[in-house]
């Protein structure tokens, strides 16, 4: 398949800026996929659709504060870094901009001197490899960052955002992402609350988001595009509930492409569903057949991207692409504080 077989014209104004409040009050599209029929409801109707029995994964990656400002040492010159993999102790990979001041052996200062960095070496792509200075007396790092990062908004929303928790789910836990696993923006606790009440379970994997997700197709033929990795967890205890899930007759849900990914790769890497940990760059388009999901909650993505290429896999092309056309002439809300879809 082509990347342009993907694209999809998307007037700006659809594209959400801010997120809707409550957060279950989004608006949810219901797909079959398997007649392609397309309902309209809200989010905190899901719970309808769900039956007793069934089972939701969500990703309790937590959004780190990742964008930080500083100045270089000896000239004062500003510079922006976001943090994307943890390396090791208080080494980071990171996008520096302007990339030309972020030479090997550069150092700079945020925060006032909270924390200072110095450039260990250029890696491909042009990101760079960071240690990390910092005043124990201070706190931890993730508390200095947590005093002086900012979130990590996409490029696409332009405006400011008041509350940084409404970036992260409410049952994030594990910090370590760049990017909000953003499907799971739409959950309250109270809606949680009557989910678990109706019998529906809940799993918690971990995959921690990176920018490389986002990260457009340049290629012409999508089976040439490389992925990049990002680090997962499953626990026994969340393997265990997908299995006897699938045993008894229950449905497995996937809240979101990262839980998708977290458990596809697990299946795929393992021939099973089991306790795992480590880095994944599965990519998943048309053609893929899943090993575990039978549903899918996500969020409205960008064109050409690699996650209107994974649900597209999973509701299939015509379906997906007609899904898509709908929500533009229905006005919903895209990407990240956008609107939602169910596809069962």
Same mark, same amino acid.
């Given at each position: 398949m082509?990347?342009? =077989?993907?694209?999809?014209?998307?007037?700006?104004?659809?594209?959400?800026?801010?997120?809707?409040?409550?957060?279950?009050?989004?608006?949810?599209?219901? $797909?079959?996929?398997? *007649?392609?029929?397309i309902?309209?409801r809200?989010?905190?109707?899901?719970?309808?659709?769900?039956?007793?029995?069934d089972?939701?994964? $969500?990703?309790?990656?937590?959004?780190?504060?990742?964008?930080?400002?500083g100045?270089?040492?000896?000239?004062?010159s500003?510079?922006?870094?976001l943090?994307?993999?943890?390396k090791?102790e208080?080494v980071?990979?990171?996008?520096?901009?302007?990339g030309?001041?972020? &030479?090997? !052996?550069?150092?700079?200062?945020f925060?006032?001197?909270?924390?200072?960095?110095?450039?260990?070496?250029?890696?491909?792509?042009?990101?760079?490899?960071?240690?990390? #200075?910092?005043?124990?007396? #201070?706190?931890?790092? @993730?508390n200095? $960052? =947590?005093?002086?990062?900012?979130?990590?908004?996409?490029?696409?929303?332009?405006?400011? $955002?008041?509350? &940084?928790?409404?970036?992260?789910?409410?049952?994030?836990?594990?910090?370590?992402?760049?990017?909000?696993?953003?499907?799971?923006?739409?959950f309250?606790?109270?809606?949680?609350e009557?989910?678990k009440? &109706? !019998?529906?379970?809940?799993?918690?994997?971990t995959?921690?988001?990176?920018?490389?997700?986002?990260?457009?197709?340049k290629?012409d033929?999508?089976?040439?595009?490389?992925?990049?990795?990002?680090?997962?967890?499953?626990?026994?205890?969340?393997? =265990?509930?997908?299995?006897?899930? &699938?045993?008894?007759?229950?449905?497995?849900?996937?809240?979101? *492409?990262?839980?998708c990914?977290?458990?596809?790769?697990?299946?795929?890497?393992?021939?099973?569903?089991?306790?795992? #940990?480590?880095?994944?760059?599965?990519f998943i388009?048309? !053609? @893929?057949e899943?090993?575990?999901? =039978?549903?899918?909650?996500?969020?409205?993505?960008?064109?050409?991207s690699?996650?209107?290429?994974?649900?597209?896999?999973?509701?299939?092309?015509d379906?997906?692409?007609?899904?898509?056309?709908?929500?533009?002439?229905e006005?919903?809300?895209?990407?990240?504080?956008?609107?939602?879809m169910?596809?069962?």
């Open positions: 082509k990347t342009s =077989d993907f694209y999809y014209d998307l007037p700006e104004e659809l594209i959400a800026q801010t997120p809707i409040e409550p957060r279950d009050h989004s608006r949810l599209m219901v $797909l079959d996929k398997k *007649t392609g029929s309902g309209h809200h989010f905190y109707d899901i719970i309808e659709f769900l039956n007793p029995g089972c939701l994964i $969500l990703n309790d990656s937590r959004v780190l504060p990742a964008r930080i400002y100045i270089k040492e000896g000239t004062g500003q510079v922006e870094f943090l994307l993999t943890h090791e208080n980071w990979e990171v996008l520096a901009g302007p030309k001041k972020a &030479k090997p !052996g550069a150092r700079f200062i925060g006032n001197g909270l924390l200072k960095a110095e450039v260990l070496e250029v890696v491909e792509g042009g990101n760079r490899v960071i240690r990390f #200075e910092f005043d124990p007396k #201070e706190g931890n790092f @993730y200095i $960052l =947590d005093r002086i990062g900012q979130m990590p908004l996409p490029p696409y929303i332009t405006k400011r $955002l008041e509350n &940084k928790e409404r970036y992260q789910t409410v049952y994030s836990k594990e910090l370590g992402s760049a990017a909000a696993p953003t499907a799971g923006l739409h309250t606790p109270e809606l949680l009557k989910l009440n &109706k !019998g529906i379970r809940l799993g918690f994997v995959l921690h988001v990176g920018l490389g997700t986002f990260r457009p197709v290629v033929d999508v089976t040439e595009h490389k992925m990049h990795s990002e680090h997962y967890e499953i626990s026994q205890e969340v393997a =265990d509930l997908i299995l006897e899930t &699938k045993k008894n007759g229950g449905r497995v849900i996937g809240v979101g *492409t990262t839980s990914r977290t458990v596809e790769s697990v299946a795929t890497f393992e021939g099973q569903i089991k306790a795992s #940990e480590g880095w994944t760059n599965i388009y048309p !053609g @893929y899943f090993k575990v999901l =039978d549903g899918l909650i996500t969020n409205f993505h960008l064109p050409e690699t996650l209107i290429m994974l649900v597209s896999a999973f509701a299939g092309y379906h997906t692409m007609q899904a898509y056309k709908t929500a533009v002439q006005r919903y809300r895209f990407f990240s504080f956008g609107d939602s169910l596809i069962l």
